[in-house]
């Protein structure tokens, strides 16, 4: 079964801190991947999603994702956090083009400090 | 405003109560399902529904029931209510053939005592 691994649980950074969390997965064929984000008290919103074409995603308040296919991994980056992302960060994969059964990551919580 | 709705926020059981979390959304997606939050755990999926009339068992479906008779509801019923229910439950929609993800409602969060 395809499982989706998002192995840091808990970050804490300052602002102006750079940020990477990383999500990997087993499945070898196509995928669609996605980020979400759920601020406290919130629902999941979506940050950014890759379907195809090129591999470096650019979403919403200055996230961006690479998607590496030899390395089966859609790690989440920004350049520079602000004490307002402090959230928690889902990664979910689906198989084949498409598809709309999605599986999720465990979650990372990250805390940024004022 | 189109999106998802979820009724109620809050809700407090005792084992053994029945109940049914409200999920409505108004974008005519076909696929809906239900999700539940635990720490550490996150998102797993009970239920889900490709249209109405079709429902199937996600990865936690066991003391849940789901029924799909129009495209817009969802609605979850927990059937006994036990505290390993404890939880955020989470209803999410989409297109089937869909480039956007999720549309997810605001959550249920529902304790059993």
């Known amino acids: 079964a395809q499982s989706v691994s998002q192995h840091n649980h808990h970050v804490i950074l300052s602002e102006a801190a750079s940020l990477e969390l990383g999500c990997n997965y087993s499945?070898?064929?196509?995928?669609?991947l996605f980020w979400y984000v759920q601020y406290p008290g919130q629902h999941l919103q979506l940050l950014l999603k890759?379907?195809?074409?090129?591999?470096l995603v650019k979403g919403i308040k200055g996230f961006e994702a690479e998607f590496i296919k030899s390395k089966f991994s859609f790690n989440l980056r920004k350049p520079s956090v602000q004490w307002s992302d402090t959230a928690e960060y889902f990664c979910a994969v689906g198989e084949g083009s498409g598809t709309y059964k999605y599986i999720f990551g465990t979650g990372t919580r990250l805390k940024v400090l004022a | 405003n189109a999106g998802v709705t979820q009724t109620p926020k809050f809700q407090v059981l005792k084992t053994g109560q029945s109940m049914t979390l409200q999920c409505a959304q108004d974008?005519?997606?076909?696929?809906m399902s239900w999700y539940r939050q635990d720490p550490g755990m996150g998102l797993r999926l009970i239920h889900y529904s490709v249209g109405a009339g079709i429902t199937d068992q996600g990865e936690v479906p066991n003391g849940y029931n789901v029924s799909r008779s129009t495209t817009e509801d969802f609605p979850l019923r927990l059937l006994s209510a036990a505290p390993s229910q404890t939880s955020v439950y989470f209803c999410a929609s989409s297109y089937l053939t869909d480039t956007y993800g999720y549309t997810f409602g605001s959550g249920t969060r529902l304790t059993v005592v």
């Open positions: 499945y070898g064929g196509t995928v669609n």
């Open positions: 974008m005519n997606h076909e696929y």
């Open positions: 890759y379907f195809s074409g090129d591999p």
